[in-house]
């Protein structure tokens, strides 16, 4: 009982360990506030519980230190002291037995010296970490603004398109219903004459059956004056009508179904019109600024100060053989490439009789004979006899264009893998390679071709852009 007077007293006079604080380890219900900590039991004592440690004899020589929380990770395994030194040489927390031992010739500081400099990098990591957050935040707001981006195109695309094609539907509709209606009054026409032949048929086939009756009462008559009389009368109410040369005249339907789809086509080619002006808009947002670059010109090409212009030449100028140049073919590239996104580009080609245009890989092979194809990496259109367009798609694909251009549209859409060609004038486009596989950098692709003494003497030009 006195015990317990003594306790509570003690209760009343000492703190209770507060949050912070380390609290004894041997208090049950309300945890004191530890003084002094163990470490041989590895325990923390309040002022109570560390009576016996002061007075039985086989405690009093424990060692006893300032109170510390999480004891047992604080003290060495192996001489069962306080971790107070760090090895910076093994990266590892020693006592002061550790350091005189086996990490005699390493580098050894206080704890709480390396403590400061860990707080310096956890505080230096913590920022970082911090702004890699915040790098992913945006990224994340970046990538939500991309495809919210990418959302509102696609549904733009698909309205443009439904619009596109209802405008079409209705003109098949309205073609149809024009030709239904031609070729029904052509058949009800029909039908009426028929019909109206018909009935004057009839209407005679009853006549003659009268008159049939009443020459059958005269063969029975006696009376020769009667007989006379009455087949004169006969004879000249007889319907006169030779049916013999009168038919029914059948309609022409020939050239019907055609002339409707001539109409429909016109119809539809108007509206095209308007849909492929729109759409060299579209393309046109994404003109760059291209000019030829002399490293890469053959040797008989020659290009205008600006970078602007180039058209062939028999003469063969002395430049330097560099890995860039194309040795054989008259070909030169842009000086600018692209391996991402969209561009676009015009290049004029009036008067001209051959040409080639395009867009080629940057390590695409350039001396000697070159196969232009895109499995050599050349995605190329091109202009033969003054007349004759071609896609060098190996096979190559010979090409029907409405008018021959004057000025030809290069539109890349890398990511899509898609390279278009237009013909910027009629608004048309000419070909479309898709499906493309691009790996590396994308470079624009010139060749005036020969001059051929003068017949295909007219430069290539690359145009200022101006949006229709």
């Known amino acids: 009982m006195a015990a ?22 041997v208090c049950t219900g309300v945890r004191l506030k530890a003084l002094k900590s163990c470490l041989v039991c590895l325990s923390s004592y309040c002022e109570i519980h560390l009576e016996r440690h002061q007075k039985v004899s086989g405690l009093v020589k424990h060692k006893l230190i300032e109170p510390l929380d999480n004891l047992e990770n604080r003290i060495c395994t192996k001489h069962e002291e306080l971790l107070e030194l760090y090895c910076k040489t093994d990266q590892m927390c020693l006592c002061q037995f550790c350091a005189e031992t086996d990490h005699e010739s390493h580098v050894v500081v206080p704890l709480t010296e390396e403590r400061q400099g860990k707080e310096i990098e956890l505080g230096e990591t913590q920022a970082e970490f911090q702004q890699m957050v915040q790098e992913r935040e945006a990224k994340i707001q970046e990538l939500q603004q991309s495809a919210t981006f990418s959302r509102e195109a696609a549904d733009k695309e698909i309205a443009e ?40 048929l009839n209407q005679e086939i009853s006549e003659l059956m009268k008159r049939n009756a009443e020459l059958e009462e005269l063969s029975h008559s006696d009376d020769p004056l009667q007989l006379v009389q009455s087949l004169t009368s006969l004879k000249v109410s007889l319907p006169s009508r030779n049916w013999t040369e009168i038919s029914l005249r059948q309609p022409s339907y020939e050239g019907t179904v055609a002339r409707a789809l001539a109409e429909l086509k016109e119809a539809l080619s108007k509206g095209m019109e308007t849909f492929f002006e729109a759409e060299l808009k579209r393309v046109q947002r994404y003109a760059v600024d291209v000019t030829l670059d002399p490293d890469t010109a053959h040797p008989k090409l020659l290009l205008s100060d600006d970078g602007k212009q180039v058209n062939h030449c028999d003469t063969v100028r002395t430049l330097p053989d560099n890995p860039e140049r194309f040795s054989f073919c008259v070909i030169v590239l842009g000086k600018q490439s692209f391996s991402s996104g969209r561009f676009y580009y015009e290049v004029e080609v009036k008067g001209k009789t051959k040409w080639d245009l395009g867009v080629v890989s940057v390590s695409a092979h350039r001396k000697g004979q070159i196969t232009a194809c895109p499995g050599e990496g050349y995605w190329t259109l091109q202009l033969r006899n003054g007349n004759e367009y071609m896609a060098l798609t190996d096979p190559d694909v010979l090409l029907s264009v409405k008018s021959q251009p004057q000025k030809v549209g290069v539109f890349v859409d890398y990511d899509e893998g898609l390279v278009s060609f237009y013909n910027v004038d009629a608004a048309d ?40």
Do not use: M, W
Not at 167 to 182: C, D, I, R, S, Y
Not at 435 to 447: A, I, R, V
């Open 4 to 25: 317990q007077f003594k306790q509570a007293a003690v209760k009343k006079a000492s703190e209770i360990a507060q949050p912070g604080e380390v609290p004894c380890d």
């Open 161 to 200: 398109g439904v619009q596109v094609f209802t405008a079409l539907t209705q003109f098949v509709e309205t073609g149809l219903g024009q030709l239904t209606q031609q070729v029904r009054q052509k058949k009800k026409c029909t039908a009426k004459q028929a019909e109206d032949f018909i009935k004057i």
């Open 429 to 468: 486009i000419i070909y479309s390679f898709t499906c493309c596989s691009f790996t590396e950098k994308l470079c624009p692709f010139f060749s005036p071709c020969f001059n051929d003494s003068g017949d295909n003497s007219a430069p290539l030009r690359i145009s200022d852009v101006h949006k229709r």
